[in-house]
């Protein structure tokens, strides 16, 4: 999603904005921009294309500069189009780069067209940049405090102004934003990804900062005026973009890399303790009675997938909520719920609001499970656990949600082991389970020649069904999202049983229905299940673990599994689905890494 990169420099600062663009451009985006201060006026390039194409403009009109802001956008008001573009510009004086939503835009609209600014595009962005302008008067960074004391929404901007060229000011409040110190040069960006390749030191804005950057140095000062005091911190380089190997598309690469993430999340004979969640009081999880799991998408069915962990093994109830509904419902809150905030990113603006409506609710046992240990959900919550999934650059997540799943189970183990519920000779079977997890998912993976075979045939349909059962169900919901996500294919998970109450009606000899099929406890039923399909016609393509029982029949086709993997088995049973996902993809040729409208990070509401 949108990415903002920006700075004052003591040379061109032109490639650290665009080599910052090139670094977030995994996050996804539909138009970018870069301005800098030239000759006394602003001068910009924006670009429906990709950075590098930005890039190349930018080289051939030679754009150079000391100061300047880039950014690349993810369209919310306006559609992708060059007038709606970033960076935007207010009376060719102002130029400013958002990320965020503005919620009163229309209202602030009205009053400055009243007041005479006319608007070239159809952004929020555009008000920000003209309330700005209206408020300048010789001091960036006060008109700047002036104008977000007005907005109400999600902002994290970076703003220069030609009257005074050696000054970047950036404000932020719901989305990311930090600076980057290298001696006397000072940058911002959304992420410290952006700015890797300039500096390791990093300022962390709050909500409500406003950064004034200049030559003389960077202050910080608070929405009423008032300097605050933001520690730098020293991070280490985060990895850069990995290099594909031998794979086609990084989604294939990270589907790959899943043995080695998980064994890495949770390595050979670590102890399920509350050390490992950043506890230092070994009792930090004993008075705990209740959980809330909050997430979206994949994060959401990693949520629903380790309900059945944290009731079984801990024997915690268990309450799984989508992060954006649940911050604008009514609900209990509980003294002793541990409230557990699941994101790759840790920059979900859904997530980051339902933990702090969580919070503001007097729920203050908050665990973040999540990829990046630097991400505003991680620093938000009291305790964390980071999983080693490694950078994710498909937007579709693949080992990210496997990883979660391994810290979610660690999790359930520790607090049954804290509980009460789990002596030591299960913890040691737990624990053997998941050291043998890495090989077993290897095993999964050596099947993928049978999986290709099976996407060409669904890759010609324009619907398919997905079922599971129990802890597989979220899996069939995680498959159909895989599928919908990058192949464009109308795909829908539901519990096997649900099927005979409506989606039965869709089923033909035209429709797939994929099914994950663990030799657990309801198998049974689930044969029940897929012989209700089979005598519909439907085309029924069958995961099944090895002791299932289940064969090649005519209607029927069934890859065999591993044998069944007990309660870490929903970990094995999405490897084939995410495989089914990306062969289908890219049998109909779609862009699999950066599929159509979507974002890596969802900064936005
Ligand atoms: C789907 C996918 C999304 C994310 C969701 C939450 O493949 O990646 O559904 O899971 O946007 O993102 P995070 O986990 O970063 O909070």
Redesign the pocket.
């Known amino acids: 999603m949108c990415g903002i990169v920006a700075g004052i420099a003591e040379r061109n600062v032109v490639p650290v904005l665009l080599e910052g663009l090139r670094r977030l451009e995994y996050r996804g985006y539909d138009s970018c921009g870069v301005a800098v201060l030239r000759d006394g006026a602003p001068h910009r390039v924006r670009s429906l294309t990709r950075v590098r194409s930005l890039d190349r403009e930018v080289r051939e009109m030679g754009l150079e500069g000391w100061t300047g802001i880039a950014h690349t956008r993810w369209a919310t008001h306006g559609a992708p189009a060059t007038q709606n573009a970033h960076p935007i510009f207010s009376q060719n004086e102002i130029a400013i780069v958002h990320n965020g939503i503005i919620e009163n835009f229309e209202a602030l609209k009205i009053t400055l067209s009243g007041a005479g600014y006319e608007f070239a595009s159809q952004t929020d962005t555009e008000v920000i940049a003209h309330l700005i302008h209206s408020y300048y008067q010789g001091d960036l960074a006060e008109a700047v405090r002036r104008a977000v004391s007005e907005l109400r929404g999600a902002y994290a901007i970076a703003v220069f102004c030609k009257s005074e060229p050696e000054r970047v000011v950036g404000a932020r409040y719901g989305s990311p934003l930090v600076i980057g110190i290298n001696g006397k040069e000072s940058f911002l960006a959304s992420d410290p990804l952006a700015l890797s390749d300039v500096t390791d030191r990093f300022i962390f804005l709050q909500d409500g900062d406003i950064a004034d950057l200049s030559h003389n140095g960077t202050r910080v000062m608070n929405r009423d005026g008032q300097p605050v005091v933001r520690e730098a911190r020293t991070l280490a380089h985060p990895p850069t973009e990995a290099a594909l190997g031998p794979y086609r598309h990084f989604m294939q690469k990270e589907i790959f890399e899943q043995p080695l993430a998980v064994s890495k999340t949770f390595p050979r004979n670590s102890a399920f303790d509350a050390s490992l969640f950043g506890a230092t009081d070994p009792q930090a999880f004993a008075q705990i009675d209740r959980i809330l799991l909050l997430?979206?998408?994949?994060?959401h069915y990693s949520a629903l997938t380790a309900k059945a962990w944290f009731e079984s093994i801990a024997k915690i109830p268990t309450q799984v909520e989508i992060s954006s509904e649940y911050r604008y419902r009514e609900t209990i809150p509980g003294k002793n719920t541990l409230v557990v905030p699941i994101?790759?990113?840790g920059e979900?603006a859904d997530?980051l609001g339902a933990l702090m409506h969580a919070q503001s609710l007097g729920q203050d046992h908050t665990l973040a499970i999540c990829n990046v240990a630097t991400s505003a959900i991680v620093r938000q919550s009291r305790w964390s656990f980071i999983t080693q999934a490694g950078p994710e650059i498909g937007?579709?997540?693949t080992k990210?949600f496997t990883t979660q799943l391994v810290a979610l189970f660690v999790l359930a183990v520790t607090l049954g082991r804290a509980r009460g519920y789990v002596d030591a000779q299960q913890e040691a079977s737990y624990r053997s389970q998941l050291s043998g997890l890495s090989t077993a998912l290897q095993g999964v993976l050596a099947r993928e020649p049978q999986i290709i075979a099976w996407a060409h045939e669904i890759a010609r349909t324009d619907s398919a069904i997905f079922l599971g059962r129990g802890s597989h169900f979220p899996i069939a919901l995680e498959g159909a999202?895989?599928l919908k996500?990058i192949s464009y294919i109308h795909a829908e998970g539901y519990p096997a049983g649900e099927l005979k109450h409506g989606p039965l009606a869709l089923v033909t000899d035209a429709m797939p229905v994929v099914v994950t099929a663990p030799n657990d406890g309801l198998l049974e039923k689930l044969k029940s299940n897929i012989q209700e399909v089979r005598a519909r016609r439907g085309q029924v393509y069958v995961f099944a673990d090895a002791d299932a029982n289940l064969s090649n029949e005519e209607g029927l086709r069934v890859i065999q599994m591993p044998e069944y993997y007990g309660a870490l088995s929903p970990i094995l049973h999405v490897l084939p689905l995410q495989l089914l996902a990306y062969h289908t993809a890219c049998t109909r040729g779609t862009d699999v890494d950066k599929p159509r409208n979507l974002a890596k990070?969802?900064t936005v509401e």
């Open positions: 997430g979206c998408g994949t994060s994101s790759q990113s979900t997530t937007v579709a997540s990210a999202l895989k996500e990070s969802v």
